[in-house]
T-cell receptor
Framework: TQLLEQSPQFLSIQEGENLTVYCNSSSVFSSLQWYRQEPGEGPVLLVTVVTGGEVKKLKRLTFQFGDARKDSSLHITAAQTGDTGLYLC??????????FGKGTRLHILP | ETGVTQTPRHLVMGMTNKKSLKCEQH?????MYWYKQSAKKPLELMFVYSLEERVENNSVPSRFSPECPNSSHLFLHLHTLQPEDSALYLC???????????FGDGTRLSIL
């Protein structure tokens, strides 16, 4: 069974700090998505990465897909309280099925 | 109205009740999904519909019965649920199966 392991599970940091969260697997994915879910709402798609080594930037968020397409990272620069939420990664495997990680719950303190 | 809309937002029901969850998408997507989200577990894919045909059923108990009458609407019929079925049920849609998805805000279901 393919798994996506996200780390850390929980992260609480001060506003203005930088952070990185990870999404790892032993399997190759044809694409990988990052979502953010806020309390009381559904997940919202942030980015899709497809090519090994690809880097995408969304304002203060930088997403990287590993060269072997087995892992990904999300780096947030100068975190803001509005970044608080559950960050989910999801990968499309060779059978084109999408699986989700358990998520990283991020809390930015004012 | 745009996006994916789910109703009701909250539902409390007894184990012997029958109720239905509704999902509607106005994005012109061909695929729709039901997920279960419980604490400390990954999102669990329950059902996938593509062009109104069920293409995936991930060993979901028969007390959950999906219905997709057209490409814009998806229902999840519930009967004789168990306390462990209490969770957030999320609906999503995508242009085609297993592409990036747009989610609704979910129905928070509590089984007494």
């Amino acid at each position: 069974t393919q798994l996506l392991e996200q780390s850390p599970q929980f992260l609480s940091i001060q506003e203005g700090e930088n952070l990185t969260v990870y999404c790892n697997s032993s399997s190759v994915f044809s694409s990988l998505q990052w979502y953010r879910q806020e309390p009381g709402e559904g997940p919202v798609l942030l980015v899709t990465v497809v090519t090994g080594g690809e880097v995408k930037k969304l304002k203060r968020l930088t997403f990287q897909f590993g060269d072997a397409r087995k892992d990904s990272s999300l780096h947030i620069t100068a975190a803001q309280t509005g970044d608080t939420g559950l960050y989910l990664c999801a990968g499309a495997n060779r059978d084109d099925k999408i699986i989700f990680g358990k998520g990283t719950r991020l809390h930015i303190l004012p | 109205e745009t996006g994916v809309t789910q109703t009701p937002r909250h539902l409390v029901m007894g184990m012997t009740n029958k109720k239905s969850l509704k999902c509607e998408q106005h994005l012109g997507h061909n695929a729709m999904y039901w997920y279960k989200q419980s604490a400390k577990k990954p999102l669990e894919l329950m059902f996938v519909y593509s062009l109104e045909e069920r293409v995936e059923n991930n060993s979901v108990p028969s007390r959950f019965s999906p219905e997709c009458p057209n490409s814009s609407h998806l229902f999840l019929h519930l009967h004789t649920l168990q306390p462990e079925d209490s969770a957030l049920y999320l609906c999503a849609s995508s242009q085609d199966p297993n592409q990036p998805q747009h989610f609704g805000d979910g129905t928070r279901l509590s089984i007494l």
